[in-house]
């Protein structure tokens, strides 16, 4: 493997996450605030899965650490790291984390393909605290599923929901011309508004909270199932997956006629209403389901199909990565802005071991590679890197 500049990457990693507002009284600090942040990226794409985690790989690296960082009070203690990562302001750290994604994104390829972006939320569990009555912190994160990377995340305000954290989201990252796919909790006038006037497309889950559309969707459809009706059916497309023993057949159907409609002039630049029949055949049981959306696309039939299909990345491809591979929810950690703030740590392990493509294995091979191999521990960390 190439051999890399370890205090090369370190700096290139200072060139984004630098200059924090450090809120430690100056004459007790002892440890360099870039080097804790620089030593808990490293140690979690080794496989830290907490705090304690974090400090004892510092312990064990130390002589390879002193070789490229100043550590001007040595290795910085567990609780040093607590604190630390306890104090520095989240909506800090999630600019800087935005804008080192922005910066990547514009060195990748141009390519035809749309890039469809599912934004979904998810409750980081074990952040409640039963003893001060602080509730679970809920994070709503966009996803590039064109090149696999987490563009940013928003915390959820304590006494409010994802309705309020995803225009805050969508006003920090770049989603021109691209494909926002959201829930149903996201499905409201004033999120497809800001999404229209930042020059991109959605596709919204339609449920019982939008009532009056819902059910003029639903029975609209349902009267499609009669032949004096077929002829409102725009396009159709059905896509077959079959995977360990699952096969699972997707129907989607679509309507540009919107005339009939009470609701959509309400909408912005809504074009089309989408109908997904979805049966799953696993060994001997048969399950079906119906789910309904509105768009901004013009009743492209394949295109949604595999648009709506694709908002589940955001549930297997960083979700599940964060509960499994990097066990988020077993992360006893409270106070502060810890929780928070380890959370855009783990994401930005997770784009760097994604961006890396010299080595394939999963992500649980590469974090073991992390702590094996120091040498592809720093390349890991110097992808992405300007």
């Known amino acids: 493997m190439e051999s890399y500049n370890d ?217 499609t199932k009669q032949p004096e009706f077929k002829k409102y059916i725009y396009q159709t497309d059905t896509q077959i997956e079959k995977d360990h023993g699952r096969i699972e057949t997707r129907q989607c159907s679509t309507v540009t006629n919107l005339g009939w409609l009470l609701e959509p002039s309400q909408w912005q630049n809504l074009k089309s209403i989408v109908k997904i029949k979805s049966t799953v055949i696993v060994g001997d049981k048969q399950t079906t389901e119906e789910r309904f959306y509105i768009s901004s696309i013009d009743g492209d039939a394949k295109l949604l199909n595999m648009a709506i299909r694709t908002h589940w990345h955001i549930e297997n491809k960083l979700h599940w990565i964060l509960d499994v591979i990097f066990r988020e929810d077993y992360c006893r950690l409270r106070s502060g802005n810890g929780a928070e703030n380890m959370n855009i740590v783990r994401k930005i392990a997770i784009n760097k071991m994604k961006a890396d493509n010299s080595y394939k294995d999963s992500l649980k091979g590469k974090k073991k590679r992390c702590s094996w191999e120091d040498n592809y521990a720093i390349k890991i960390l110097s992808e992405m890197m300007a």
């Open 7 to 223: 205090k090369r990457v370190y700096e290139n990693y200072n060139y984004y996450f630098a200059n924090f507002t450090d809120f430690r009284q100056a004459h007790k600090i002892k440890h360099l605030l870039t080097e804790i942040l620089f030593i808990s990226i490293l140690a979690t794409i080794s496989g830290a899965e907490d705090i304690e985690d974090i400090a004892r790989y510092a312990r064990a690296k130390k002589k390879w650490l002193s070789t490229f960082l100043i550590l001007p009070g040595g290795i910085p203690s567990h609780d040093t790291f607590n604190r630390v990562l306890c104090m520095i302001d989240p909506e800090e750290f999630e600019k800087k984390f935005i804008c080192w994604v922005s910066d990547y994104r514009e060195q990748l390829p141009l390519e035809n393909e749309k890039d469809i972006i599912p934004i979904d939320g998810k409750t980081i569990c074990n952040s409640r605290d039963d003893n001060t009555g602080k509730k679970a912190i809920h994070m709503v994160s966009a996803m590039s599923t064109k090149y696999g990377l987490i563009l940013g995340q928003k915390k959820c305000a304590e006494k409010s929901n994802e309705i309020t954290a995803i225009p805050e989201l969508l006003d920090m990252i770049d989603i021109t011309s691209a494909i926002i796919t959201i829930d149903a909790m996201g499905c409201q006038r004033k999120i497809a508004e800001k999404i229209i006037s930042k020059k991109a497309d959605y596709i919204l889950a339609l449920k019982g909270n939008q009532g009056n559309l819902h059910d003029e969707v639903i029975d609209f459809f349902e009267k």
